[in-house]
């Protein structure tokens, strides 16, 4: 089953509250940018993913996954949503939701692109999204994260080396910025007792996945390079919101 949804943002929530999880196709997905702000920076925005510095936190000490990570502040201020960059701090995640990688505070390059109009228009839209799904919820805690898996011949890349997970917040947005070479990388979407809800493949610029992070789980399926002699890879920016103090 995929979860689809279509603009405006009132019924793409309102799906998101009712299965956990939705697909945003790249064209409504698009839109429903459009119209939360500019994304006259895209190009710049898209190119950034050739600056990523490899992780070197993964339990396997592989070398396909690169990122870089910076942290938000989002809060309704006077019936004004207001977002502010926090200074440079590590990733956490407790071993709870990362048995692999978790338990300690992971230090990244900083994204770059945090202050173009890209960036802003994209966290504004989970903003509004999210905030309409728990309306009590005056401040979150933001994080955005650039990733790129990488894939070569015999060399499968991972999205989600933990496997199937929750990432310990509120809501994630997962949004396909460019998939060069590559093939296989389903989404895949579970119940707590390991129960398939849905499948889908963001394969365009501009697809998206939506997830109820406390309520399903979700994980990558390995990438493969389609033409194993050409260079290969996944672009994908992932943001979480958190409510403050949860």
Known sequence: MNARCTTPVRPLRES??????VFVGATDMR????DSGSLND?????????NLAFDAYLADHGRYRRRRHAVFTAREVDGRRMLEREP????FQSLEYNALQGGIERWFDPITIG???SLRTILSFCHELFSGAKPDTNTWRVETHQFRIEAGD??????????????????????MIRRTNIAQGTTTIHTRDDRLL???????????ALVDDQRVFHGVTAVEPADPARPAHRDVLVVTFKRDGS
């Open 16 to 21: 998101l509250l009712s299965t956990g999880f």
């Open 31 to 34: 839109a429903l940018l459009a």
């Open 42 to 50: 895209w190009h710049d925005f898209e190119e950034s993913w050739n």
């Open 88 to 91: 440079h701090q590590p990733h």
């Open 115 to 117: 202050d173009g109009a």
């Open 154 to 175: 015999g060399k499968p890349g991972q999205p989600t080396p933990e496997g199937v997970h929750r990432d310990g917040v509120d809501f994630v947005l997962v949004l």
């Open 198 to 208: 849905g499948s889908f493949t963001l394969s365009a610029p501009f697809d998206a």
